[in-house]
C-alpha cells in the first residue's frame, strides 16, 4: 500500500504541475471518496476530465465539444487519404 500512495503522489505532483493546483486538490478529493468506495481508479483521464467538470463544468463540457469535433476532423481525414 505504501508503494500505492507513493504512486498516487507522483501522479498529483505532474497534475500539479501541468494543471495547477485547483485541480490537483480536486484529484485529491476525488480519489480519497473512490478508495472510501472501494472503487478502483481504470484512468486518471477520467479522473482529471471530472475534476475539470468540478471546476468548470460549461469550460469542460466546451473543451469536450471542441475535442470531439477534432477527432471527428481527424477521421474525415484519415478517411480521404484511404480513398
Request: glycine fraction near 4%; aromatic fraction near 2%; include cysteine.
Amino acid at each position: 500500500m505504501a508503494e500505492q500512495s507513493c504512486d498516487l503522489e507522483e501522479m498529483f505532483q505532474g497534475i500539479r504541475q501541468n494543471e495547477g493546483a485547483s485541480l490537483e486538490k480536486v484529484c485529491r478529493e476525488l480519489v480519497r471518496e473512490r478508495h472510501a468506495a472501494s472503487k478502483a481508479i481504470h484512468s486518471w483521464v477520467e479522473i482529471i476530465d471530472e475534476a475539470r467538470q468540478v471546476l468548470n463544468p460549461r469550460g469542460a463540457a466546451e473543451s469536450m465539444s471542441q475535442a470531439n469535433v477534432a477527432l471527428r476532423s481527424r477521421i474525415r481525414v484519415c478517411d480521404s487519404a484511404q480513398d
